[in-house]
């Protein structure tokens, strides 16, 4: 019986957008056929099928989850989001480095939803991709954790900073180290503004990189093998990435102490 159920549900894309699609309450037939862009001959044997196992039952003219399917559906939909994600960009996630997010945040990586790969140019590998630096001038704020020296913030966050845009940067020790000693005269100008905020975080920071704004999200992480970067990253803009993003920073700024000085050599 529950190898059934688990084809019945995941064996068939259209019984499983059906159920998803009916988790928001009852439907019929027309709204059904629109949202999931089917016929009435494709879906109609679909929902007889899920009304057989009483995981659909119907209301005059609406379909709607019975109890069992609400309570079915309520577990299936994060896992059905993390193999969106997943899939979408597989050969990114394969091959990266997970343990830089905290377990908790692994299981919410469905939340990222629809995520835009990003990949930079070889000639301009050591920049950042224009279209993140066109939405940090959009943001009202921005929250950014790195662990990799990254020479072009440092005079792109001035600028942002200048204009009052709202800076938190937590970086891991080594980058601290390496920007407080070549960047020394424009780490203590930027310390100056209310507006910015530096952090430093306790032990090893295993996410490359992580920036949150109010408009976007992008995360960027350390391949399994470590024997190169290449800074790729996935980028979202959906709003349930903007409440994962904010709250892993969070998450991280709790393992962080706040700079208030640049010590001098």
């Given amino acids: 019986m529950q190898l059934e159920l688990l084809e019945l549900i995941f064996l068939s894309d259209k019984r499983k957008q059906l159920l998803l699609f009916l988790k928001d309450g009852p439907k019929n037939i027309d709204e059904i056929k629109k949202a999931l862009e089917v016929t009435s001959t494709a879906i109609l044997p679909q929902i007889k099928k899920l009304k057989e196992k009483s995981l659909v039952v119907q209301e005059d003219k609406n379909y709607t989850l019975?109890?069992?399917?609400?309570?079915?559906?309520?577990?299936?939909?994060?896992?059905?989001?993390?193999?969106?994600?997943?899939?979408?960009?597989?050969?990114?996630?394969?091959?990266?480095?997970?343990?830089?997010?905290?377990?908790?945040?692994?299981?919410?990586?469905?939340?990222?939803?629809?995520?835009?790969?990003?990949?930079?140019?070889?000639?301009?590998?050591?920049?950042?991709?224009?279209?993140?630096?066109?939405?940090?001038?959009?943001?009202?704020?921005?929250?950014?954790?790195?662990?990799?020296?990254?020479?072009?913030?440092i005079s792109i966050y001035q600028e942002l900073t200048r204009n009052g845009i709202k800076l938190s940067f937590l970086m891991s020790g080594p980058v601290f180290e390496h920007y407080s000693k070549d960047y020394l005269e424009d780490f203590q100008n930027m310390l100056a503004f209310e507006n910015v905020k530096f952090f430093l975080y306790s032990g090893e920071l295993k996410i490359a990189n992580l920036i949150v704004t109010d408009s976007f999200v992008m995360i960027s992480l350390f391949p399994k093998s470590q024997k190169h970067f290449d800074r790729e990253s996935l980028i979202s803009y959906e709003p349930s990435a903007l409440k994962f993003g904010n709250e892993l920073f969070d998450e991280l700024l709790k393992h962080s102490t706040q700079v208030t000085q640049i010590p001098h050599e």
């Fill in 66 to 153: 019975s109890l069992i399917g609400k309570v079915l559906v309520e577990k299936m939909q994060p896992l059905v989001s993390v193999i969106d994600v997943f899939e979408d960009n597989f050969d990114y996630w394969a091959e990266r480095d997970l343990q830089g997010i905290p377990p908790f945040f692994r299981r919410r990586l469905g939340e990222l939803k629809k995520c835009k790969l990003i990949q930079p140019d070889l000639d301009r590998m050591f920049e950042l991709d224009p279209e993140i630096v066109e939405n940090l001038s959009k943001s009202n704020y921005i929250l950014e954790c790195i662990a990799y020296f990254d020479p072009s913030l």
